[in-house]
């Protein structure tokens, strides 16, 4: 199974562009790489996803390098609502299904 | 309705107490999973069913028994619970499908403290 590495914290200015970097060097070609949110200890928040094309929604982008060994999630504008802990996903299939494979984390806190 | 439930919310049980945690969607997703979370780590993965069936067990103790009844509902009974038990059990589920279009959703998860 690939694994994630990501850096434990990080802080962003408000209204500042956050960038949160993710290893993932043993990815597989056909495995996704996802992106979640988990704000105090809710239910993790889908924010993207992708294979190995950049892409963009209304939440966030994201940048998936050619070798597909990084990738990483960048949030435009960061208000004080982004203040979570970001999770790098790789969606292996197993077993006649997915796993999603969770990373450590990344710890951001978007100060005023 | 993009929503996965769970209930309770908050549960309480002794090491000899039988208890249920239930899980429920309607997005007719066929993939359904049991998470542990403990304080500042990330979700570890325990159970998957897909299309009803137990497809993984990541080598969890007996003490937890997963059951999916029908393709909206997820259960995770509970026996003879350890302290280190303790957690916030998060349920998800996901259409199960290859391709592009299998995000999971996740519940809020119910806190379960065993003393």
């Known amino acids: 199974d690939a694994k994630t590495t990501q850096p434990t914290s990080m802080d962003c200015a408000e209204g500042r562009a956050a960038n949160l970097p993710c290893n993932h060097s043993?990815?597989?070609?056909?495995?996704?790489v996802y992106w979640y949110r988990q704000i105090h200890s809710q239910g993790p928040q889908y924010i993207i996803h992708?294979?190995?094309n950049n892409e963009t929604n209304e939440m966030a982008s994201l940048i998936i390098t050619e070798d597909r060994k990084s990738s990483t999630l960048i949030l435009p504008h960061a208000t004080l609502r982004d203040t979570a802990v970001y999770y790098c996903?790789?969606?292996?299939?197993?077993?006649?299904?997915?796993?999603?494979?969770f990373g450590t984390g990344t710890r951001l806190k978007v100060l005023a | 309705d993009t929503e996965v439930t769970q209930t309770p919310k908050h549960l309480v049980m002794g090491m000899t107490n039988k208890k249920s945690l239930k899980c429920e969607q309607h997005?007719?997703?066929?993939?359904m999973y049991w998470y542990k979370q403990k304080a500042k780590k990330p979700p570890e993965l325990m159970f998957v069913?897909?299309?009803?069936?137990?497809?993984i067990n990541e080598s969890v103790p007996s003490r937890f028994s997963p059951e999916c009844p029908n393709s909206s509902l997820l259960n995770l009974h509970l026996h003879a619970l350890q302290p280190e038990d303790s957690a916030l059990y998060l349920c998800a589920s996901s259409q199960d499908r290859s391709g592009s279009y299998n995000e999971q959703f996740f519940g809020p998860g119910t806190r379960l403290t065993v003393l």
């Open positions: 992708g294979l190995k």
């Open positions: 043993t990815i597989s070609g056909n495995e996704y």
């Open positions: 996903i790789v969606r292996a299939a197993t077993s006649g299904t997915y796993k999603y494979i």
């Open positions: 069913y897909s299309y009803e069936k137990l497809s």
């Open positions: 997005m007719g997703h066929r993939a």
